[in-house]
């Protein structure tokens, strides 16, 4: 199909509503590591059961983020921001500068999933 036809047949707006952005598909690998990383801890024994919840949820809103749905980018907002409170916490009272780090790169996961065109594509 050429790309004028193309243009014609699908109504406006609706080829940049359905795309899934880059950067959209970054944050969901990453929910998906630490959904991972968090899985092996309580196989191993270094974290408790309960993190099995939360690496549910991670699962959960990365599927979501994915398949552009607005609960899914819920979920990945609210574990963004989540994530950035933890590592100041963690850097400031247990000292531990490598937690800046993570607070550095869920802000910018953070500042990302705020911006306009990724919120007007999620349904």
């Known amino acids: 199909m050429s790309e004028p036809t193309r243009k014609m047949s699908q109504p406006a707006g609706e080829a940049t509503r359905l795309e899934l952005l880059p ?27 309960v993190v099995t919840v939360v690496c549910a949820l991670l699962a959960a809103g990365a599927q979501g983020l994915l398949k552009r749905r607005r609960w899914g980018w819920a979920i990945a907002l609210a574990t963004a921001f989540l994530s950035v409170c933890y590592g100041v916490w963690a850097g400031l009272y247990f000292h531990q500068p490598p937690a800046l780090v993570l607070v550095m790169v869920n802000l910018v996961f953070f500042l ?5 065109e990724v919120i007007e594509r999620v349904a």
């Open 23 to 49: 950067g959209m598909a970054v944050v969901a690998l990453w929910m998906l590591v630490v959904c991972g990383i968090g899985l092996f801890g309580v196989i191993a024994h270094h974290f408790p059961a």
């Open 112 to 116: 990302y999933l705020v911006r306009p």
